[in-house]
């Protein structure tokens, strides 16, 4: 492939040495070829305008408070939903590997969920569920990131990875989450990004006005929907528990069935002694090939399969300096390495 150089400050080089180092990505180049693919899909998707936010972080909350973040507690009756948007909206048929975590989008799709309820309409502005959204990121990363402190939490088992919370870079943080796990629009109206939508679990189109406008599907309603300690007060030692694994891999299994097959793939790999960042990259890469997709984008796709299985209690690390290895969890080989999507049905 062309290859073109480009002179980096020894500062931002160092910077992601430390990540190659600690495994995150297996060279200089995989993590180029993330960032630079991160930034095109935003630079091709016209984000609707973004109500300027107080630069000052909500008030502390303490970690055993008893009582909800605001707009995240549970719904006081079912939303009204929404079709599913098709295949044919989307860049690819996977998750794009961007999304390294699920509960950021849960935290979206909770707010939604509510303003679909008290605006008692299917569908409400685009922009006004992304600034809802971020501000409720906000206050439950500041939380959980109170939580991560407490509790000595390690790099890649934080509660708070890829929420917002607050400090000298909020206003990038919180862009960066409505991108990402709220949601966005293309210009031409027929491409639609942010992790609810991609799990299909929100749907976005344009309004007869011309508006973005969003709704939240059945789906998306009975996911969000469910008990969430971490958002209701509680003092939590993860986001995920099972029940909360077993509704995802199911919807995963009966709506998303290639990523189904890719969370397989990788937990085929690791059981098989392809532990190491480097040997998933190959797995991903030889998964992707054999569907006639980016084979390049591997290590990018690598690192959101393995974050959302972490999270998802279906994968553990194990390091060593700076040498990373993946295990399968009792929790993997019992809802995807030992099962297909039709045990779902």
């Known amino acids: 492939m062309p290859v073109t150089v480009a002179n980096l400050p020894t500062i931002y080089l160092d910077r ?69 948007p098709g295949a044919e909206r989307f860049w690819a048929p996977l998750l794009w590997g961007q999304y390294n975590r699920i509960f950021p989008g849960v935290v979206a799709l909770r707010v939604l969920g509510r303003l679909v309820i008290d605006r008692q309409s299917a569908w409400i502005p685009l922009s006004e569920f992304r600034d809802a959204a971020a501000a409720a990121a906000v206050a439950i990363g500041v939380r959980l990131d109170q939580l991560d402190a407490q509790l000595g939490s390690v790099r890649g088992q934080k509660l708070a990875t890829a929420l917002p919370v607050g400090g000298r870079d909020d206003e990038k943080s919180r862009l960066r989450y409505q991108n990402q796990f709220v949601g966005t629009l293309s210009r031409t109206g027929d491409q639609i990004g942010g992790l609810p939508a991609a799990l299909l679990m929100a749907n976005i189109r344009a309004g007869e006005d011309g508006g973005a406008i969003v709704g939240i599907t059945a789906a998306g309603a009975e996911f969000a929907g469910q008990p969430w300690p971490a958002l209701e007060g509680a003092t939590v030692r993860t986001t995920f528990d099972a029940s909360h694994a077993v509704s995802y891999v199911r919807h995963v299994a009966r709506s998303l069935p290639l990523e189904f097959d890719a969370m397989k793939e990788v937990l085929t790999g690791i059981a098989d002694g392809r532990a190491t960042p480097t040997a998933v990259d190959e797995v991903v890469g030889a998964f992707l090939r054999a569907r006639n997709l980016k084979e390049e984008l591997a290590s990018t796709q690598r690192t959101g399969l393995i974050g959302r299985m972490n999270e998802l209690g279906l994968i553990e690390f194990q390091r060593d300096g700076s040498a990373i290895t993946y295990h399968v969890a009792a929790r993997g080989r019992d809802l995807v390495l030992d099962k297909s999507p039709r045990h779902y049905e």
């Open 16 to 84: 992601i040495r430390k990540f190659v180092e600690a495994g995150t990505y297996s060279d200089v180049s995989s993590f180029i070829l993330a960032a630079v693919e991160t930034q095109l899909a935003l630079e091709a998707n016209h984000h609707t305008a973004v109500a300027t936010q107080p630069k000052t972080s909500p008030p502390p909350a303490t970690a055993r408070e008893a009582s909800p973040t605001p707009g995240l507690g549970s719904w006081p009756a079912t939303p009204k939903t929404v079709d599913a």
